[in-house]
């Protein structure tokens, strides 16, 4: 564990000079099967990286066995359901290996074995946790789909892995709402021809229809099953779990990770981050659906044997104190939680938060987006009573786990910076004609200039992907895809996606996504999207929509437009705002320039730039007009 600054700077130059036998040493902590023959291959032009080559292990292993001599009563998942009235779930590390185990050998009864894909589509329960780690331990892949997606956007997921099961519930309880998950997946599964078995968990009970030979009740199926299931032996470089991301063009990205690295890298990151102690408790409010869940609920905290506590529901209901509640209730000492959540509160009357003892807090973090300075302060002020460290920590589901960011009460801390690299990472920035830019004081381009152990490895299906989209901008080095600041300091501060990719409510859209589910509507001819600055979401969609003939009720075919992209792609996606025009600006090459409406959209049309390479100039005033 790094414990002071001044380790922090030893320990990054160690992991910088001889990052060989720096990761060699990390990975010593850890229950390995076989130990590895190499600790690093790597060539970020094909690009291939391997880490602990010929290292055996399994990471249920590490996360569930081996703290059992230790703390088989210790509480591993603490659960707390969606409605405050309903009893929490305390799982220790002894319930949680039998769970999975149990689990693991129902899946093995359906006949999945090391190396089939499972794809999880489930509510924010204990069973979701045990289904992940059971893929783990009979060594199948899984893919983890949030349950807020469409049956649309789930087929596609399914599809493109080839997932032999789906793990479902027949709903999903999300603040006063039920979502209807078996449903969605039935709908799903009309187009999913590899999918052979549904086991379905009873939460909501909501009627469901179960199709004879296909879908399975869970209850049944667990009942039979033995608590006892050898782990499989797997390679450092087996597949993990594959998990999707919005790319900035066409489908979703299957980003790939693996075993050995990502074990290594979350847990070195969760415990030295956070400055996890042995006995806290641990919160993170994603849903284990994103990236930061399967790090940070799973397997960071895990690994280190921490209390991992798992929340069902949302931050605004009952009321918007539900967060601050759960603090109180479950003494918890290192909460988690995305800007967007924070702006949300922010906005509700202080009492919501001072009618709670949040005095076990001593560590906060945020993630998924830039923090703005204003959030920064009220979560200092009013959650941290200005006494716990904010940890502002950057990274993204293709890096696994946490890049950039201070470590809680050791690095000093900024407002909207998140500060300085994690031993292990090498960052630079990058000017646009693909230079390094030297010295502290610099703007541009966030690129990796060597491997970590948790970073994907491939796109699930399409390497050639992989490379275009991450290692070709700046060869050798690895793309992030964010624009970044350095300052006088030396410290990052992440200002935000320069591809097409927006980040609303902390989730990662692909513009080009959503332009495609607006134009499945019949009315609509083409549209652009663009984000623009939403005071609680952080960036929100503006879609710019083109119709074959005029549009009589704009309010009607809004919604129209809206419920067809959640029906595509998922509530998420659905544009704030959808402005109605007759044209979009476009150059001679028929290239539609999204600065222009970047602009626009952001509500700055002073200073368009240079708008004469257009093909008809004069849309442009009409947008303007129409700005909303
Ligand atoms: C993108 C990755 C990492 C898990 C959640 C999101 C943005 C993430 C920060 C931060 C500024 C951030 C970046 C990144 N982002 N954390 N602390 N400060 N921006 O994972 O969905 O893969 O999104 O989120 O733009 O590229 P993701």
């Known amino acids: 564990m790094v414990t002071s600054f001044k380790k922090y700077q030893e320990e990054y130059q160690k992991s910088i000079i001889t990052p060989i036998d720096f990761w060699d040493h990390q990975a010593q902590h850890f229950v390995w099967r076989r130990k590895w023959d190499k600790v690093l291959n790597y060539d970020f032009h094909k690009p291939e990286v391997q880490w602990f080559i010929g290292g055996k292990l399994n990471i249920t292993e590490n996360c569930i066995d081996r703290h059992l001599p230790s703390r088989a009563h210790q509480t591993a998942i603490l659960w707390e359901s969606n409605d405050p009235a309903e009893p929490s779930r305390r799982i220790t590390y002894q319930e949680l290996a039998k769970e999975v185990n149990r689990v693991a050998n129902m899946l093995k009864a359906h006949g999945v074995f090391k190396g089939d894909r499972v794809c999880i589509y489930m509510p924010m329960v204990p069973e979701t946790a045990f289904a992940i780690l059971a893929c783990a331990r009979i060594g199948a892949v ?11 956007s789930l087929a596609d997921r399914i599809n493109d892995c080839g997932c032999k099961v789906v793990l479902t519930a027949d709903g999903a309880f999300r603040g006063d709402k039920k ?10 599964l009309k187009n999913c021809p590899s999918v052979k078995t549904c086991v379905v968990l009873n939460r909501t009970k909501l009627n469901v229809t179960m199709r004879a030979g296909r879908d399975f009740w869970w209850h049944d199926q667990i009942k039979t099953a033995s608590d006892f299931c050898v782990a499989e032996e797997m390679d450092s470089e087996d597949l993990l779990f594959i998990l999707y991301t919005s790319g900035s063009t066409g489908k979703p990205k299957g980003m790939v990770h693996t075993c050995g690295g990502y074990m290594v890298y979350t847990n070195y990151t969760f415990k030295n981050v956070f400055q996890y102690k042995e006995g806290q408790t641990f919160w993170c409010t994603a849903d284990v659906g994103w990236i930061t869940g399967h790090s940070y609920i799973l397997y960071g905290p895990l690994s280190a044997g921490a209390t991992t506590l798992m929340f069902e529901g949302v931050p605004s209901w009952p009321d918007m104190g539900r967060f601050w509640h759960v603090v109180e209730k479950h003494k918890v000492n290192i909460f988690y939680t995305a800007p967007t959540a924070i702006r949300s509160l922010e906005k509700a009357p202080l009492s919501f938060v001072e009618k709670y003892d949040l005095s076990s807090l001593q560590v906060l973090g945020s993630v998924g987006e830039p923090i703005n300075e204003e959030a920064w302060h009220w979560y200092d002020k009013n959650i941290g009573k200005g006494k716990c460290p904010i940890v502002d920590t950057w990274w993204q589901t293709e890096t696994g786990g946490i890049m950039i960011s201070p470590l809680a009460g050791i690095t000093k801390t900024k407002p909207a910076f998140a500060t300085l690299p994690l031993p292990g990472v090498q960052p630079a920035i990058m000017d646009e004609s693909g230079r390094e830019l030297t010295g502290n004081l610099c703007e541009g381009r966030l690129a990796i200039k ?19 989209t991450y290692f070709s901008t700046f060869p050798g080095r690895y793309f992030t895809g964010d624009g970044c600041k350095r300052d006088e300091d030396g410290y990052y501060r992440i200002t935000g996606r320069v591809d097409d990719i927006i980040i609303v409510s902390g989730h990662n859209l692909g513009t080009a996504e959503i332009e495609s589910a607006i134009d499945e509507h019949s009315a609509v001819c083409e549209s652009a999207v663009v984000g623009f600055p939403h005071d609680v979401k952080g960036q929100g969609v503006y879609a710019f929509v083109v119709t074959y003939d005029p549009v009589h009720e704009e309010g009607h075919l809004r919604n129209e437009i809206k419920d067809v992209v959640s029906k595509i792609i998922g509530p998420i996606a659905k544009p704030d705002k959808i402005q109605f025009v007759s044209g979009l600006p476009k150059t001679r090459s028929g290239k539609i320039m999204r600065r222009i409406l970047r602009k626009i959209a952001e509500g700055d049309v002073s200073n368009l730039g240079d708008t004469t390479t257009l093909l008809d100039p004069a849309v442009v005033d ?7």
């Open 179 to 188: 979502i209807e998950l078996k449903s969605i997946v039935d709908e799903a």
């Open 142 to 152: 899984h893919s983890v789909v949030f349950a807020g997606f469409s049956a649309g």
């Open 622 to 628: 009409e947008i303007k007009r129409g700005a909303m």
């Open 450 to 468: 060597f491997p970590w152990p948790s970073m994907a490895r491939t796109i699930y299906g399409d390497h050639q992907r992989f490379k275009d």
